[in-house]
């Protein structure tokens, strides 16, 4: 079964350094998203990506976020300047089917990459 | 803006035993809604969804979930669980003109035998 992968598993690094975090999406899906899950808390929307820009972004995902797909394979997300508060399990997602009235498509979930910001 | 409210943060329930997990949103128009689980070590896979039609969803291992539009909620059954049950559960709504989800802040299952 197709599915969402993510790299690195678990990265640790110091405050300030940047950090990209990769994702490859199941093969045939046109929507991409990143989510965040800080220990203890909800799993927060950050960014959807389709057609190679950003359709959405929360007020989380400030100008020190930018994601990009810069090989049609891999999706990634950078944080240019870390901070101790991005301490958290990133997850990417993938969805087959941009929104379309009732039949929007299910998101399928990777292992999620943990960024520890020391 | 659009939340979840997932009411019980952690349960403890024997083998056997039934579940039945709270889920309540607020937003007025039409949504989606989804109970994903995450197995520890794992990632989020969905156990449901409901979109349109019968009010009453079945999904994976079991469970069910039934939206009730009036309470706005859309709350996670099993008639008797599982060791294996184990887990992580997120409620999660997705709104008509977006694909984007809202989660809840999960209600962490243990089972014991």
């Known amino acids: 079964e197709p599915e969402v992968t993510q790299t690195p598993s678990h990265q640790v690094t110091q405050m300030g350094q940047e950090v990209i975090l990769r994702c490859v999406p199941i093969s045939n899906h046109l929507y991409f998203y990143w989510y965040r899950q800080i220990l203890g808390q909800k799993v927060e929307f950050l960014v959807s990506?389709?057609?190679?820009?950003?359709?959405?972004k929360s007020e989380i995902f400030d100008d020190q976020f930018s994601v990009e797909r810069p090989d049609g394979s891999n999706f990634t997300l950078k944080i240019r300047s870390t901070k101790l508060e991005d301490s958290a399990m990133y997850f990417c997602?993938?969805?087959?089917?941009?929104?379309?009235?009732?039949?929007?498509?299910?998101?399928?979930f990777g292992e999620g990459s943990r960024l520890t910001v020391l | 803006a659009q939340s979840v409210s997932q009411h019980n943060h952690h349960v403890i329930l024997s083998e056997a035993a039934s579940l039945e997990l709270g889920c309540n949103y607020s937003y007025g128009g039409t949504v989606n809604l989804f109970w994903y689980v995450q197995y520890p070590g794992q990632h989020l896979q969905l156990l449901l969804k409901y979109f349109s039609g019968d009010p009453l969803v079945k999904g994976i291992k079991g469970f069910e979930a039934e939206f009730i539009k009036s309470k706005f909620s859309f709350n996670l059954r099993k008639p008797s669980v599982q060791w294996s049950d184990t887990a992580e559960y997120f409620c999660?709504?997705?709104?008509?003109?977006?694909?984007?989800?809202?989660f809840g802040t999960g209600t962490r299952l243990q089972v014991f035998p």
């Open positions: 990506f389709y057609n190679n820009e950003i359709s959405e």
């Open positions: 999660a709504v997705q709104s008509y003109n977006t694909d984007k989800l809202i």
């Open positions: 997602a993938s969805s087959p089917r941009p929104p379309s009235g009732l039949n929007t498509g299910e998101l399928f």
